[in-house]
């Protein structure tokens, strides 16, 4: 059963050695995102399931607790792995994609529980149907489990921003940081993937993976935080 989930944005700039000299301009949402994780790790799960969304492709790939990622691909030399790497779980194998480098950056920012981790790279085109099966896995997966769910709203928010602008891509951030806020399945599973995609929001396939997995659960949401840097959505948010 799903007994927490933190929802995060996970553009690199996060991390401060990837920011350099822009790092204190996403200081407030590095901040709120180390709150949210906070929130996974007072829970005391016996399972954590990071979510990321992955460009291409159309399914979910699964990486092991120890899964290796890094930020060099950024000019950065910095490697992270996904949760402590055991004996039984070097950290070598498939490399994580950006997005989850970014949750396993975070894990190792905040004092984690001991609970197993894993992560799920899934297809930011990955239908809403199937998303919300792969949640109901996840959250029936452990008796006390719990999510950290990676993803951006729209990155067409400004004539500057990735996509350029887009006039619809305010609302749209806006209803899914509404339900996010407020652990609104129903609305997160009712999200227009095809919209979703037009506006460039890398973050709608895990939403409705998590909707799936919060079913039935009684999550209460928090909103902390709400910004659209650079153009791009970006909304932090605990439940619990």
Not at 125 to 137: I, K, T, Y
Not at 198 to 223: H, I, K, P
Request: glycine letters at 12%; aromatic letters at 4%; proline letters at 8%.
């Amino acid at each position: 059963m799903l007994v927490a989930a933190a929802l995060c944005p996970c553009p690199p700039l996060l991390v401060p050695e990837v920011a350099a000299g822009a790092a204190p301009e996403l200081e407030p949402v590095r901040a709120a995102c180390l709150d949210a994780v906070g929130v996974l790790a007072a829970a005391r799960p016996d399972r954590l399931v990071v979510l990321g969304p992955v460009a291409g492709g159309a399914d979910a790939a699964r990486y092991p607790q120890g899964a290796p990622g890094s930020f060099r691909g950024f000019g950065v030399d910095l490697d992270v792995t996904l949760g402590p790497a055991g004996p039984q779980q070097p950290a070598s194998g498939p490399q994580l994609p950006p997005s989850l480098a970014v949750g396993a950056w975070l894990l190792s920012r905040t004092a984690w529980a001991d609970a197993p981790v894993e992560a799920v790279g899934v297809a930011e085109a990955l239908p809403r149907d199937r998303c919300l099966s792969l949640g109901r896995e996840l959250g029936g997966s452990a008796s006390r489990a719990a999510l950290l769910v990676l993803g951006d709203g729209s990155a067409r928010r400004s004539v500057k921003a990735p996509g350029y602008f887009d006039d619809r891509a305010e609302a749209f951030d806006a209803g899914a940081a509404r339900a996010l806020g407020a652990a609104d399945t129903e609305a997160l599973a009712a999200l227009d993937d095809a919209l979703a995609a037009d506006l460039l929001a890398s973050g709608r396939s895990c939403w409705q993976v998590l909707a799936g997995a919060a079913e039935d659960a009684g999550l209460r949401g928090q909103l902390l935080r709400e910004e659209a840097p650079y153009g791009v959505g970006y909304v932090v948010a605990a439940w619990s």
